[in-house]
């Protein structure tokens, strides 16, 4: 998927730039996801909370928007209030996704836990599995 990977750049540069400039991509990006097939595409995702909640998405276009939902949150609130009324069962998931929430993120494209076990939500260090 050539735009996850593009949305994977966005995140490592959109520290440095101006929300007006990325937004734009941003935005792009999205309308790209939503518009994937996703029967061509297997993937699963979750986010825990540092409250200890968890939220879980069963397919690779949700997946790549709750990976992308911080940076989503972060430089278009508004795109993210779109994404949460258009498709209902990311709300929570995008609501857990912001970064003063997320403890753990959880990508994999087999069905199961890449270790095969469930991760811990209390683990002490936040890491995002591509």
Do not use: W
């Amino acid at each position: 998927m050539d735009d996850f990977e593009f949305g994977k750049m966005l995140q490592h540069v959109a520290g440095g730039l101006p929300h007006e400039s990325v937004q734009p991509a941003l935005r792009l990006l999205v309308k790209n996801l939503l518009a994937t097939d996703t029967s061509k595409y297997r993937f699963e995702g979750s986010v825990y909370t540092v409250d200890g909640k968890t939220a879980k998405v069963d397919n690779a276009i949700d997946a790549a928007i709750l990976f992308m939902g911080g940076l989503i949150h972060r430089i278009d609130p508004e795109l993210t209030h779109q994404l949460e009324s258009m498709r209902p069962e990311l709300q929570t998931a995008l609501e857990y996704a912001q970064d003063d929430r997320r403890r753990l993120s959880f990508f994999n494209g087999t069905g199961r836990p890449i270790n095969s076990r469930t991760p811990d939500p209390k683990a002490e260090s936040d890491h995002s599995v591509a």
